[in-house]
């Protein structure tokens, strides 16, 4: 039997600050060698649950397991086995490239005559080579980030933990750097990464769908169209405005975004034809328009999985 | 051994980032620089030049004498003469002089009789430092030359002044300002070197890897031992050149003793690293330890003219040890063994902060 074999799991983790709730009752299992993704807002305990993850933070209750070792327990020992990129750029920006490199190797313990090595081979799969002795605190957006996963990466860690890792970068550096993601994950990493931006959540394999702490929705990108409770039809109208204005006062409809000169509607699962429904709404107000209904994206997703559960709590 | 590397990767980079840091730079050559010569030249409790006036109702050749002999004891320096007791007042209400003179229209014949004194010093008494110079006035000889000498009483008392022969406050001033200078700077400079790495950011990388407590506390405290040692050579250099401070006893015991005091500093700067979470607090904690070590430690003022009080708090600093055993090398020439339980207070002390800030620093964000 070709058993898939799990690098992360988590059970009933929960953290609170006080009274506040950060992370409620998250369960996990990531496999190994995957991409996986937490996708949320701002405050929807990301942040929190990876610094779980990786023993920064002992949970308020739940437990979780990071390649079969308990990570309230073991978090020492585990430290040599994962790679943590912060959120914001936290290694010396009064070092040169090249000596942040060099102190992460010997702080990882890198036996000497493979540092050198190392450092070199990193500086060229991450193109620093030329800014060996370039103060990190004067580099770009883009290649302080690529500096920061060559240091999470030095040690070969079985699992990367990122924490919104672009943030600050534009989007080719993005595009260069989920490349570099890929190829790790390629070589067997685990690779556990929080973002905010849509696109990024749909290369994941799988990934989980955070609010207010807890976990909406998870799955890979297709799993989590298939189960949404809702159906998404796109408007092309002559005058969008007019048509979301008409189309707000219909009661079944659950959300409206407006995307350029195009609409999207979601609508419960519960209405049988939605694109009749719409027609009908438009041709009612002589609204001239395009309906097409199409596959929800992330976006849809997470809209749709949020709302449902303000609807379940309210 | 992989401790070994972990421990010189924090020192070297601690290196590297201090010298890039300027203004750190300066600080371990400015502050010792600067404090030294300040100190050293301000702060002088053997007391000259005071201004003073006098009033001279007598007018007398005695009298003459008397106002010629107190100006030529270098005490007073006679800014004006004036012409009643009044205005003597008034010049000392409005903060002119520290003391008056005022010699009375009957000074010859109270000389001679010496039944009343013959002269009154009105004095800013508010200081006690010039309410003691005014007494040492008082006791200023003066008779007419004719005059039968008084029987010749011996003084019951004799001064006899041991080590600083000439009276000159940098000799004292000088080997505190070491203890001074030091816990300023080492309290600080370790505080605040892990505070930034905690405000940048740092720490949260450096405590995701596996680097252990102890080594990251031991490769941030080896290079400002070194820098604590820098500043000793160059406080002892600068006193030697600049105020003639000798140094009596053992190089090697002044280098010994102050090794444990930097160490004991360095503690003390790691917890208040703990406890700090921005640069700005661990400075405002390390001035509320700073104060009360300059104050009540000895360096300002006699140990034993204190409240039991305030020298059972004294015991409890690190400054208070340090500044006996450093005068007492310095100044007395005195062995570092005869000392011992100074310097095991230190060691005390020591032991205490560091194993409170290891035990306070955890890995962890919570």
Redesign the interface.
Known sequence: MNQKQIAITASGLTMKFGSLVAVDNVDLEIEKGTIYGFLGPNGSGKSTTIRMLCGLLTPSAGSATVMGMDTRKESESLKQRIGYMTQRFSLYEDLSVGENLKFISEIYAVPRRQRRKRVEELLDVFSLSDRVKQRSGTLSGGQKQRLALACATLHKPEILFLDEPTSAVDPQNRRDFWEALFELAEQGTTILVSTHYMDEAARCHSLAILDEGAKVADGSPRELGESITAHVVEIEAEDPNSARLCLLKEDSISSITQLGIKLRVMLPKSVDDPLALVDAKLEQAELKAKTEQVFPDLEDIFVAVTQKRREDES | M?SL??V???M??EF??MS??RLTFGMIVGIPLIQLLLFGYAINTDVRNLSGAYVDEADTHLSRQLVADITASQVLVMKQRVASVTELQQLLDRGEISIGVAVPIDFDRRVIARERPAVQLLVDGADPIILGVAQQLAALPLRFDSQEAQPDRAPLMEVRNFYNPERRSAVNIVPGLIGVILTMTMVLFTAVAIVREKE???L?????????TPELMLGKIFPYILIGLIQLALILTLGWYFFEVPIRGSLLHVLAAAMVFIAANLSLGLLVSTVASTQFQAMQMTFFFFLPSILISGFMFPFDGMPIVAQNIAEALPLTHFNRLVRGIILRGAEIQTMLDELLALVIFMVVTLTLAILRFK????
Do not use: S
């Open positions: 992989n590397i972990r010189l990767a924090v070297r980079k590297l980032q890039r840091d940048r950011g740092n949260e990388l450096l405590i995701n890897t596996p680097i252990k890995k962890r964000l919570d």
